[in-house]
């Protein structure tokens, strides 16, 4: 394998244009230039969100567990990809899940503390 001198990623060994930026990669002694190579392809898409990422951020907010799962299925894919932008975004949803359901826990313990004083308490008068 071989790696395109433009991006960095891994290319085939009898690729001619990088499939990440459209750069050639053909080299004899040096590179050649060509249009690609010339010219910068704005039509490849550079660091993007992936939609899992999205998804799990915006359930984050609203079905905490469904979000927790979805943030963590898009940050492993994020860090199999090298998107940063959709690592931070999978991170923002993983935290933002955690901390709901951690409020969620201490509000349950809460109820179940005072639930438990108010039977002990009538449990008395019988």
């Known amino acids: 394998m071989k790696f395109c001198t433009h991006c960095g990623k891994e290319v085939l060994d009898d690729a001619i244009i990088c499939p990440a930026c459209g750069c050639s990669v053909q080299y ?21 969100y992936s939609a899992m990422s999205i998804a799990g951020f915006v359930c984050s907010f609203f079905a905490v567990v469904v979000g ?12 199999r990809t090298g998107s940063q932008k959709s690592q931070s975004m999978s991170k923002a949803g993983i935290i933002i899940s955690a901390v709901e359901l951690g409020i969620a826990a201490f509000v349950i313990l809460i109820w179940v503390i005072v639930l438990i004083a108010a039977i002990s308490s009538v449990g008395g008068y019988y």
């Open 28 to 48: 004899e002694g040096k590179q050649k230039t060509t249009q690609a190579t010339a010219t910068p392809n704005y039509n490849v898409p550079t660091d993007t």
């Open 68 to 79: 927790l799962i979805l943030s963590i299925i898009a940050f492993n894919e994020a860090k």
